[in-house]
């Protein structure tokens, strides 16, 4: 797996876009970013992923530098529901170990009322 | 659609004992994998099954096996209990259209060795 970078923890006022980096600067061209999160006492949830252009779904969008070794995970309005861990992971891919997931300590993010 | 489903929540066992998790897929999942997640730490990948053959296992030790059924449910096993076993125990479904790296975890459970 590339490994990954992201800030321990970070703060967002409710009803305010949260942006949370990840750097992966080790990333080969066949592997995906994947972002998943984790609520307190929950399983992971999954997010998104992307390979290199930039990505939208109902939860969140994920912008990818064009040299693809860091990305953005965008919260658009950000409430108390989404405070959690946010874990980004940069799998195998196709011919490497594409079966697991490899998560690191991620980003708690805290959203303040 | 039901989740995935695991049972029991919570589990209290003694050092040296056994333990079976149980894990159902979300329905027409037909890959299974197993993760520990310990104290403060992100989730370690331990198993992956794929009709029902293993196709992948983390660093841990021969006290950890696991089998996949054919309805696709999963069982992980762990003997001879340690402190050091005392975590959360994961297991998530993916569908083979979705890719084994978009998965879908259940509730987990929270096993405690005393």
Redesign the interface.
Known sequence: DAKTTQPPSMDCAEGRAANLPCNHSTISGNEYVYWYRQIHSQGPQYIIHGLKNNETNEMASLIITEDRKSSTLILPHATLRDTAVYYCIAPPGSGGSNYKLTFGKGTLLTVNP | DAG?TQSPTHLIKTRGQQVTLRCSPISGHK?V?W?QQVL??????IF?Y?EKEE??R?NFPDRFSARQFPNYSSELNVNALLLGDSALY?C?SSSPGQ??????????TRLTVT
């Open positions: 995935v890959s994998s993760y403060g730490q992100g989730p370690q990948f992956q794929y196709r992948g983390g994961l998530a890719g084994v790296r978009e998965q879908y975890f259940g509730p987990g």
